[in-house]
């Protein structure tokens, strides 16, 4: 079946306005004070598009991690501000901006981060079970299609390899229909091949399910799975490219020393 004319798309391809799912404007993140200061983030201006796939990328250190962290309001800027559609979310209290998280934002990390006495199926839908929301099952069944975890469902983490552990974080991740998925090196624990599959999925997840994904990465291979890629160097964005291949970000890579 084809998952785009079964379904109604995402809500990234309903709403057809130009708002980008997220917006950074001059935000500058220091972590400690005084001689110990660490500039992690210096005024970076991006608008992230709906309905894309923008991979981060950059040397150690450059900022990639606290670049998405602004901007799935994990933590706070130093100055500047961050918008999730028209959400200004940097004076948002704790308690709104946790409900911000958990209601309009997918997480996926280097780690699975899965319940170990729970299914494969019952993982992928804990988050709104806790929010209170009910799964939409027809959504939950054509990512867990688009994922290839058909067969796997029933089994616990465990009895998973890491790729196919990851593939459960990332329909987890999709299951509640959040307006922007950030993935933070996703990639970093599996070997190529299950890296290459989790990739094709959020790449699918994209073109098929309308959604939108924001990926730090420091491999090129994954940054060329990207509609744009985003280059960060010192914590300010150096440079960009559209739908580059593996090559011409191993290219730039090299201009940044990295
Ligand atoms: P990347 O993800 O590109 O490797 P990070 O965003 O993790 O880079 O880090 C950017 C800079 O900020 C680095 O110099 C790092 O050491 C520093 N940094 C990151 N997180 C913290 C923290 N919690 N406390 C102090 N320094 C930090
Ligand atoms: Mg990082």
């Not at 998952?3 to 306005?17: E, I, V």
């Not at 200061?37 to 709906?50: E, I, N």
């Amino acid at each position: 079946m084809t998952l785009s004319t079964t379904l109604t798309p995402g809500r990234a391809a309903t709403t057809g306005t130009t708002t980008p799912a997220a917006y950074a404007v001059g935000v500058t993140k220091h972590y400690g004070t005084g001689d110990a200061t660490v500039a992690a983030l210096d005024d970076v201006t991006v608008a992230l598009d709906r309905g894309r796939f923008t991979a981060i990328m950059g040397p150690s250190g450059s900022g990639k991690s606290t670049l998405l962290h602004m901007l799935a309001g994990l933590d706070r800027p130093t100055a500047g501000e961050v918008y999730l559609g028209d959400t200004e979310i940097t004076s948002l209290r704790d308690k709104r901006l946790t409900q911000l998280r958990r209601d309009r934002i997918g997480f996926i990390f280097q780690s699975f981060n899965l319940l170990p006495t729970m299914t494969a199926a019952e993982n992928i839908v804990l988050p709104m079970r806790i929010a209170g929301r009910r799964p939409d099952a027809a959504w939950v069944a054509s990512i867990v299609e688009t994922v290839g975890l058909g067969g796997r469902l029933g089994h616990r983490p465990t009895e998973l390899s890491g790729g196919q552990q990851q593939r459960v974080a990332a329909a987890r991740a999709l299951a509640s229909r959040p307006e922007i998925v950030f993935a933070d090196e996703p990639t970093g624990a599996l070997d190529s091949r299950s890296g290459a599959e989790l990739l094709g999925f959020l790449r699918s997840a994209v073109d098929q399910l309308g959604q939108t994904v924001v990926m730090v990465t420091h491999d090129p291979n994954a940054a060329a799975y990207a509609d744009r890629v985003l280059f960060l160097a010192d914590g300010r964005i150096a440079d960009e490219r559209h739908a580059p291949s593996a090559e011409d970000v191993l290219d730039y890579m090299k201009t940044l020393g990295a």
